[in-house]
């Protein structure tokens, strides 16, 4: 029977769990407030605790405003409201035999796409396999260290196989099968990812776990150190974060085209009424759209920072009366045509952009010197009065000469240049940075994500 107490050990556990859940989302850059916790908790009485899947549902729904939280949601939620506790039965010696036995088992599983039998073989592979350290219960558990022995990604031809000897398929159904056989493949990776944490929050506490142990968001990873798949998530959220910059640009440019208060006029028009301006009278703005001007370094790490905001301007160019592009490594050449086939192709941007415009000399590094040099004498006519200029890239010139005289005209012949670096503000004037003396002669921002460049782009561009 429970006691009294029981139970309210078992409510502030909940509760805890429920706060450490929302305090873990929101350090990784969700926005939940109080409204969406108290929803949350709501949730958590009406659902009960029977249901895991329908509880996972439930807080979803309440906490978080989009899907592009979700993968992140899900991460924390194993941590929090797990599926089990402790470690299995078994000693799991992960011995060879085991592991054959064991990717046989897991072959069947892809096959059938059972998903209870990947579970299991998830909690399996991670106690065979996963261990580390020599301590009885092991010191801790690597997800990377059991998908290396288990090597599941070399089951593709097996598992396709064997689903193709029950069913028979044609050429066009074999390559739809092995895109579904690398999905459940995919899925078995994250429920091991998943098992590894749950241990170690145990071991080592849910919170410091949630914070350290799980993957960014897309719109937090640093530009120069996503991977390809990052990349391609990232590049994914351009078009939806265009029309929000766009909605915002609309918005300031109303504001801005009512004009600010003429004071002259206001006070001589406040004559009539005893000297009270009933009526403020407002220096009416003259509708111009401004020229946009891109800078980009499309060389090394820098060319996915470069990528993504060349995208993300095409994607906004009717705010603009026009939108010029120009792209460099050591030399410099105009790529505005080129980003009409990059939104199609949005991965192949960089590729193409390489491939058909001509960015180098003799050498391959980039040199900033000689291609802000060569845009000021080539280009001379991309700038005027009304143009703002944006320079992509880390700064770094290899040793080169910064070529700062050039940078001076350029400031001089536009209304305003800005700076974007992807580096961390930290390592600027470290090794080939001159970053510090380009900073003295234009508005340069640290840029290392989309969440930063969010933030700028929206208060930086001109209306």
């Known amino acids: 029977m429970t ?21 873990a ?27 895991r899947e329908l509880l996972r549902e439930g807080l979803a729904a309440t906490l978080l405003h989009g899907a592009g939280g979700r993968p992140v949601f899900d991460a924390v939620f194993e941590l929090y409201f797990p599926s089990r506790v402790g470690l299995p039965d078994g000693d799991g010696d992960g011995g060879d035999a085991d592991r054959e036995a064991l990717r046989a088992r ?17 909690v399996e592979a991670v106690d065979g396999f996963g261990g580390y350290g020599g301590s009885p219960g092991s010191d801790g558990w690597s997800s990377y260290q059991t998908l290396d022995r288990l090597r599941p990604q070399t089951l593709l031809a097996r598992v396709r196989d064997e689903v193709r000897g029950r069913d028979g398929s044609g050429s066009f159904a074999d390559r739809l099968l092995e895109d579904e056989i690398r999905r459940r493949i995919e899925e078995f990776r994250r429920l091991v990812a998943a098992e590894a944490r749950r241990r170690a929050a145990e071991r080592r506490g849910r919170d410091e776990i949630a914070r350290r142990a799980l993957a960014p968001t897309a719109d937090r990873v640093d530009f120069l150190l996503a991977g390809k798949d990052r990349l391609a998530e990232m590049r994914r959220t351009v078009q939806p974060l265009a029309r929000k910059l766009a909605t915002r640009l609309a918005a300031r440019r109303r504001r801005a085209a009512r004009g600010t208060v003429d004071l002259r006029r206001t006070l001589r028009g406040s004559l009539s009424t005893g000297g009270v301006p009933v009526k403020p009278v407002l220096r009416r703005r003259r509708p111009a759209r401004p020229e946009l001007v891109l800078l980009c370094d499309v060389s ?6 470069s990528d993504f905001t060349m995208l993300l301007v095409q994607a906004l160019h009717d705010q603009f009366s026009k939108v010029r592009v120009f792209a460099f490594v050591n030399r410099v050449d105009e790529v505005t045509g080129l980003l009409v ?15 058909e415009a001509r960015l180098t000399a003799w050498h391959d590094g980039s040199d900033y010197g000689a291609a802000l040099g060569e845009f000021t004498d080539r280009y001379a006519d ?5 143009t703002t200029v944006f320079v992509l890239g880390d700064a770094r010139t290899n040793m080169a000469d910064p070529n700062l005289p050039a940078v001076r005209d350029l400031t001089r012949r536009t209304r305003r240049v800005h700076w974007l670096n992807p580096e961390p503000r930290t390592l600027w004037g470290t090794g080939d940075s001159a970053a510090p003396a380009y900073a003295e002669l234009v508005d340069m921002r640290e840029c290392r994500n989309v969440r930063q460049l969010d933030a700028l782009v929206g208060r930086l561009l001109p209306v």
């Open 3 to 23: 006691s009294a107490a029981d139970a309210d050990r078992a409510d502030t556990d909940l509760v805890t769990r429920l706060t450490g859940l929302v305090d």
């Open 25 to 51: 989302l929101r350090a990784h850059g969700l926005r939940i407030g109080t409204g969406e916790t108290v929803d949350a908790a709501r949730a958590v009485e009406a659902l009960g605790l029977a249901d």
């Open 106 to 122: 897991l072959a069947e599983a892809l096959a059938a796409n059972d998903t209870a039998a990947l579970a299991r073989l998830a």
């Open 300 to 305: 090394g790490s820098v060319a996915g920072f």
């Open 341 to 355: 086939h990059g939104a199609a192709d949005p991965e192949g941007l960089n590729a193409r952009i390489r491939a």
């Open 382 to 386: 991309a700038v005027g009065p009304r």
